[in-house]
């Protein structure tokens, strides 16, 4: 059983920046690709990045795009997404969430920021943006 644990959350002002990480335990035998998702009041939960297994494929929601970046270090199991330029409209609570590594399987962006892709989620952390 994968767990994942989100940290770095907080409150910011607009224009401000923050970045989270997220921590996964693993045996090392195994391989994940890591999404960022977020869900914010009476809204459905949206993914916002996603990254390979090997870190060489990454992709962004529209929303986020230019000032969101994510990365990996996979000697830590450690995915962090730094935000910047923050917006009101990015508060949230934000999960990280760990997909089967699968050989057979390209790895498409579009297909790894629905949340449907996903077996493991972290609890979450919290980011409010607001002056």
């Known amino acids: 059983h994968l767990q994942l644990v989100e940290s770095g959350g907080g409150l910011v002002q607009p224009g401000g920046s923050l970045r989270l990480s997220c921590e996964y335990s693993?045996?090392?035998?195994?391989?994940?690709?890591i999404g960022w998702f977020r869900q914010a009041p009476g809204r459905e939960r949206e993914g916002v990045s996603c990254?390979?297994?090997?870190?060489?494929?990454?992709g962004y929601a529209d929303s986020v795009k230019g000032r969101f970046i994510i990365s990996r270090d996979n000697s830590e199991n450690t995915v962090y997404l730094n935000m910047n330029n923050l917006k009101p409209e990015d508060t949230a609570v934000y999960y990280c969430?760990?997909?089967?590594?699968?050989?057979?399987?390209?790895?498409?962006?579009?297909?790894?920021?629905?949340?449907?892709?996903?077996?493991?989620w972290g609890q979450g952390t919290q980011v409010t943006v607001s002056s």
């Open positions: 990254i390979s297994s090997g870190g060489y494929v990454s």
């Open positions: 693993t045996s090392g035998l195994d391989f994940y690709h």
């Open positions: 969430a760990a997909a089967d590594f699968l050989a057979d399987r390209p790895y498409f962006v579009e297909t790894y920021l629905e949340p449907n892709e996903y077996r493991y």
